[in-house]
């Protein structure tokens, strides 16, 4: 079971996203969670029963889904334990609730979004100053990346490097589930060794999946930080390409998806002598290859601009049903028929893992994001909004606790998980008020001193 659970913890596993709202330093962090404002402007919450929503609203209902996907992959886990522990259990729904592993496109796709809610019009009005000339514009662009940059730093690195350590102290003293590996004691060092620097620097996904894999060492689902500290360091230049592209941003995105799909079916399709190595090439090309990945958030990124143009629709359907069964509902819908039918269709698993669920997600996205009567209420809920905020810490911590508890304890595998649900709860909240929240402010504080 051990190596049941640490191959299925490592392979499908999410990145988080961070909003957050721009506090009046030089280094902010725009996307602070349940407060992020449209367009920068200055929020005047309106009473409940306005309809159709103020663009200048807050995304609430963003923030409160990233609990909702962090259950999703928790829930994939969960689903692998429970089948090897409970034979009986095989069937429709438990196949479906291993396809949360979909959370990885949407949340990725969501970072783009994002991104480009908060910083694209920062970088826009760099590209359009015509007053600018080429030196003092690359200036300005690399003074503006710098930001951005240190932003996201402050945001996502002091955590994983908390965890990290954890991780390699629980190892160390044999508390975490072992990972396929080398068996000679000087190859167990080195790899160890290999495996702490590149998930230090976040390199992990960068090395393709082997018999002894870099990524499965530790906190393995730190990779997913691996691949957005890639996307980030291309968001800037990406947001150029969007500047130059804006008339066909829909052509281009499809061109960039379909390119993808086309790529990964090339390369991850079985050839004619298929051994082992090929199998582990193509899961980590299709889906932990921060190259291919990049298509999720890249596409993510263009969403922006539909939900500009849907916002020019939705601010004049005053029927809070239609509204809310056109732009909530059914998004929702489509992902989970887009789960059931990967499973009864049978998708090829690199296609599922890098291309299959983006569709669906930018619905959702760019849906919710419109704060219609479901954003805007049960969505918007400051419970949610809580959770939604602790759901990096959540992400980060779940597997290693998931796996201690139905490793090391006894019991019906039903309560094991529940119990393993319930203390990742309590720990990412106190993470994220010890850790996480604190560390980012004074790293920012840092900065602007």
């Given at each position: 079971?051990?190596?049941?659970?640490?191959?299925?913890?490592?392979?499908?596993?999410?990145?988080?996203l961070?909003?957050?709202?721009?506090?009046?330093?030089?280094?902010?962090?725009?996307?602070?969670?349940?407060?992020?404002?449209?367009?920068?402007?200055?929020?005047?919450?309106?009473?409940?029963?306005?309809?159709?929503?103020?663009?200048?609203?807050?995304?609430?209902?963003?923030?409160?889904?990233?609990?909702?996907?962090?259950?999703?992959?928790?829930?994939?886990?969960?689903?692998?334990?429970?089948?090897?522990?409970?034979?009986?259990?095989?069937?429709?729904?438990?196949?479906?609730?291993y396809?949360?592993y979909?959370?990885?496109?949407?949340?990725?796709?969501?970072?783009?979004?994002?991104?480009?809610y908060?910083?694209?019009?920062?970088?826009?009005?760099?590209?359009?100053?015509?007053?600018?000339?080429?030196r003092?514009?690359?200036?300005?662009?690399?003074?503006?990346?710098?930001?951005?940059?240190?932003?996201?730093?402050?945001?996502?690195?002091?955590?994983?490097?908390?965890?990290?350590?954890?991780a390699?102290?629980?190892?160390?003293?044999g508390?975490?589930v072992?990972?396929?590996?080398?068996?000679?004691?000087?190859?167990?060092?080195?790899?160890?060794?290999?495996?702490?620097v590149a998930?230090?620097?976040?390199?992990?996904?960068?090395?393709?999946?082997?018999?002894?894999?870099?990524i499965?060492?530790?906190?393995?689902?730190s990779?997913?930080?691996?691949?957005?500290?890639?996307?980030?360091?291309?968001?800037?230049?990406?947001?150029?390409?969007?500047?130059?592209?804006?008339?066909?941003s829909?052509?281009?995105?499809?061109?960039?998806?379909?390119?993808?799909?086309?790529?990964?079916?090339?390369?991850?399709?079985?050839?004619?002598n298929?051994?082992?190595k090929?199998a582990?090439f193509?899961?980590?090309?299709?889906?932990?290859?921060?190259?291919i990945?990049?298509?999720?958030?890249?596409?993510?990124m263009?969403?922006?601009?539909?939900?500009?143009k849907?916002?020019?629709?939705?601010?004049?359907?005053?029927?809070?049903?239609?509204?809310s069964?056109?732009f909530?509902?059914?998004?929702?819908?489509?992902?989970?028929?887009?789960?059931?039918?990967?499973?009864?269709?049978?998708?090829?698993?690199?296609?599922?893992?890098?291309?299959w669920?983006?569709?669906?997600?930018?619905?959702?996205?760019?849906?919710?994001?419109?704060?219609?009567?479901?954003?805007s209420?049960?969505?918007?809920?400051?419970?949610?909004?809580l959770?939604g905020e602790?759901?990096?810490?959540?992400y980060?911590i779940?597997?290693?606790?998931?796996?201690?508890?139905?490793?090391?304890?006894?019991?019906n595998?039903?309560?094991?998980?529940?119990?393993?649900?319930?203390?990742?709860?309590?720990?990412?909240?106190?993470?994220?008020?010890?850790?996480?929240?604190?560390?980012?402010?004074?790293?920012?504080?840092?900065?602007?001193?």
């Amino acid at each position: 079971m051990e190596q049941q659970i640490a191959s299925s913890v490592a392979s499908k596993s999410m990145p988080m996203l961070f909003l957050r709202e721009s506090p009046p330093e030089k280094f902010v962090d725009l996307e602070k969670s349940a407060h992020l404002s449209a367009k920068h402007a200055v929020v005047t919450p309106r009473p409940a029963h306005c309809f159709p929503p103020s663009p200048s609203e807050k995304l609430d209902a963003l923030t409160s889904l990233r609990f909702f996907a962090v259950c999703a992959v928790f829930l994939c886990h969960s689903s692998t334990i429970i089948a090897s522990a409970d034979p009986s259990s095989h069937g429709l729904l438990l196949s479906v609730l291993y396809e949360g592993y979909a959370g990885v496109s949407f949340f990725f796709t969501l970072s783009g979004f994002i991104l480009c809610y908060c910083y694209y019009e920062k970088f826009e009005k760099i590209f359009e100053d015509p007053s600018l000339s080429r030196r003092n514009a690359i200036l300005r662009f690399a003074a503006q990346y710098k930001d951005f940059f240190v932003a996201r730093f402050a945001r996502i690195y002091p955590l994983h490097l908390f965890v990290l350590l954890v991780a390699v102290v629980l190892a160390k003293v044999g508390a975490l589930v072992p990972v396929l590996g080398p068996t000679n004691l000087g190859e167990i060092k080195m790899f160890r060794v290999r495996a702490f620097v590149a998930q230090l620097y976040l390199l992990q996904a960068w090395f393709p999946e082997g018999q002894t894999p870099i990524i499965h060492m530790y906190n393995a689902v730190s990779w997913s930080l691996s691949a957005e500290s890639f996307f980030y360091a291309c968001f800037p230049f990406f947001c150029f390409v969007m500047h130059k592209t804006r008339r066909a941003s829909g052509t281009f995105a499809l061109a960039y998806y379909a390119l993808t799909a086309i790529v990964v079916m090339d390369v991850c399709s079985p050839s004619s002598n298929q051994a082992d190595k090929d199998a582990f090439f193509a899961h980590w090309f299709g889906y932990y290859f921060p190259g291919i990945r990049l298509t999720d958030f890249v596409v993510g990124m263009f969403s922006f601009f539909w939900y500009e143009k849907l916002r020019a629709i939705t601010t004049r359907m005053p029927n809070k049903v239609v509204f809310s069964a056109i732009f909530e509902v059914a998004p929702v819908m489509l992902t989970l028929l887009a789960a059931l039918a990967a499973v009864k269709i049978g998708v090829k698993g690199w296609l599922r893992y890098s291309s299959w669920y983006v569709p669906a997600s930018v619905c959702v996205i760019v849906g919710f994001a419109q704060n219609g009567p479901l954003a805007s209420t049960v969505f918007a809920n400051k419970w949610l909004i809580l959770l939604g905020e602790t759901s990096f810490a959540f992400y980060l911590i779940h597997v290693m606790i998931l796996s201690a508890v139905t490793t090391h304890m006894h019991g019906n595998v039903y309560a094991l998980v529940s119990f393993a649900f319930l203390a990742t709860s309590a720990a990412s909240y106190l993470a994220f008020r010890i850790v996480e929240n604190p560390m980012r402010k004074r790293i920012i504080k840092m900065m602007n001193s």
